[in-house]
């Protein structure tokens, strides 16, 4: 999360991040996963970036055992922020980030969702 302009006592507080996976079969839609994690960072009431790192981890076999030609499995990523004041903030995923601040040697992640498949 970055908060760009933050306008005298605003606040704003990055809450939590939602995982959810459905499989798509024709005009079928059926939700396979959904998950919501707290992400524990306390309120901003200034200019910042946060950022929270979460390994979601999640087993999923027996609905994804019924895989057909032309299903298709979709991930959506949702982030839950509150605000309180004139703040104005830019929320997302990052493709590449640092752990460290920018006057450190840098160790940088991938941001990505990722699906395995096994044959039983």
Do not use: C, H
């Not at 606040?11 to 059926?30: A, D, E, P, Y």
């Not at 981890?57 to 979709?74: C, E, F």
Request: charged fraction near 10%; hydrophobic fraction near 40%.
């Amino acid at each position: 999360m970055n908060v760009s302009a933050n306008g005298g006592a605003s606040t704003v507080t990055f809450k939590s991040v939602q995982v959810i996976i459905n499989k798509l079969r024709g005009n079928q839609n059926v939700e396979i996963y959904n998950q919501t994690k707290a992400t524990g960072i306390t309120a901003t009431t200034g200019t910042a970036t946060q950022i929270y790192v979460f390994n979601d981890a999640a087993q999923v076999q027996a609905a994804l055992t019924d895989i057909q030609p032309g299903d298709v499995i979709t991930a959506e990523v949702i982030t839950v922020s509150t605000d309180s004041g004139a703040a104005t903030r830019q929320m997302g995923m990052l493709p590449w980030f640092p752990y460290y601040a920018s006057t450190n040697n840098k160790s940088l992640s991938q941001s990505a969702i990722l699906l395995q498949g096994e044959l039983v």
